[in-house]
């Protein structure tokens, strides 16, 4: 019995695989990118990208598990949700009122530990913000307003 679900549990995985993701890439740099609409320090910048872009922006750098299914599926919810909530590749777009918001949100949300997520955080080592750097990044969000 344990050998037959094995087997099935297996082939089930090998026939995912033949069922990938999408991908959100765009490496373009776009226009109404936050880093073109907003002044944005380079120190401020570099966070951006190492904790915030992969999941919301329109560039996401996928680690090669992003390839296995369905971990490529989970992921790609997560960074649906995330661009979703945030989309600093479309920053530009928001009104000035969203835009405001927005940045509100992000000095509560890092200044409370929530951003970026405990779970990508794990795997990308990078994206774990000390002390300063969540100062930096709220300060800038204040600032940016």
Not at 52 to 81: E, F, M
Not at 116 to 123: A, I, K, Q, T
Request: net charge positive; glycine share 4%; proline share 3%.
């Amino acid at each position: 019995m344990i050998r037959k679900v094995a087997i099935v549990t297996v082939f089930a995985l090998v026939v995912l695989q033949f069922f990938p993701s999408s991908r959100n890439l765009n490496s373009d740099l776009v226009a109404s990118d936050i880093s073109i609409v907003k002044h944005v320090p380079s120190d401020v910048m570099e966070l951006l990208h190492v904790a915030c872009y992969d999941c919301h922006s329109n560039n996401t750098r996928y680690p090669w598990y992003a390839s296995v299914q369905p971990l490529g599926w989970w992921i790609n919810r997560h960074v649906a949700q995330g661009k979703h909530h945030l989309n600093f590749s479309d920053f530009g777009k928001y009104s000035i009122k969203k835009s405001n918001h927005k940045l509100d949100e992000i000095a509560e949300i890092v200044g409370e530990g929530e951003m970026p997520l405990g779970s990508y955080s794990l795997m990308h080592a990078s994206a774990r913000l000390n002390s300063n750097q969540r100062q930096l990044l709220i300060n800038w969000a204040k600032q940016a307003q």
